[in-house]
Antibody, heavy 123, light 106 residues
Framework: QVQLQESGPGLVKPSGTLSLTCTVSGDSISSSHYYWGWMRQPPGKALEWIGSIYHTGVKYQNPSLTSPVSISVDTSKNQFSLDLFSVTAADTAVYYC???????????????WGRGAQVTVSS | DIQMTQSPSTLSASVGDRVTITCRASQSISRWLAWYQQKPGKAPKLLIYEASSLESGVPSRFSGSGSGTEFTLTISRLQPDDFATYYCQQYNTYSTFGQGTKVEIK
């Protein structure tokens, strides 16, 4: 059974860096042919795709995001990570990691999701 | 950027009803569209991918159709477990989600 688990601080100060890690079990990031993605959902609002990464390090990120983003992968730990820089209150959201199990070239629908991590940006 | 517009935003229905939700893309996305169900406090669940392919384990009362810019999700006979919010997602170019459709009890 594929499982994903987000981890990281639940509170980040404005202008700081939001850092989350997703640990995957039941599948191998390095040997699967999937992208692995990050989404977020502000309170009461819709889902937003942040970006996705392949085990080789190839990645795509949402060009509409206002805050700088970095997504990375650590195949030795079967993890991938998200860093969101210079955050503001608008970055307060539940952050989800997911497996891109249904693919169209480098883009994907997500078949397995983590339970989500609430991150609040506040001083 | 490709924009996704769902309608309606809220839908009131009764158990046993046939329910249809529409999703429109701002430009053609061929058939690269997925539908998700989300319940409060839970992660989204993939229902349909590639416009009409049913994800494993999803009940057959869920179906999807469409191509190009217009797509529909149909629930043939609404069950109590189906009251939730539904999102479409295009994955033709990058990825964009619709704003969601809440299916509530009439």
């Amino acid at each position: 059974q594929v499982q994903l688990q987000e981890s990281g601080p639940g509170l980040v100060k404005p202008s700081g860096t939001l850092s989350l890690t997703c640990t995957v079990s039941g599948d191998s990031i390095s040997s699967s042919h999937y992208y692995w993605g990050w989404m977020r959902q502000p309170p009461g609002k819709a889902l937003e795709w942040i970006g996705s990464i392949y085990h080789t390090g190839v990645k795509y990120q949402n060009p509409s995001l206002t805050s700088p983003v970095s997504i990375s992968v650590d195949t030795s730990k079967n993890q991938f990570s998200l860093d969101l820089f210079s955050v503001t209150a608008a970055d307060t959201a539940v952050y989800y990691c997911a497996r891109g199990g249904r693919t169209h070239y480098d883009f994907q629908a997500f078949d397995y999701w983590g339970r989500g991590a609430q991150v609040t940006v506040s001083s | 950027d490709i924009q996704m517009t769902q309608s309606p935003s809220t839908l009131s229905a009764s158990v046993g009803d046939r329910v249809t939700i529409t999703c429109r893309a701002s430009q053609s996305i061929s058939r690269w569209l997925a539908w998700y169900q989300q319940k409060p406090g839970k992660a989204p669940k993939l229902l349909i991918y590639e416009a009409s392919s049913l994800e494993s384990g999803v009940p057959s009362r869920f179906s999807g159709s469409g191509s190009g810019t217009e797509f529909t999700l149909t629930i043939s006979r609404l069950q109590p477990d189906d009251f939730a919010t539904y999102y479409c997602q295009q994955y033709n170019t990058y990825s964009t989600f619709g704003q969601g459709t809440k299916v509530e009890i009439k």
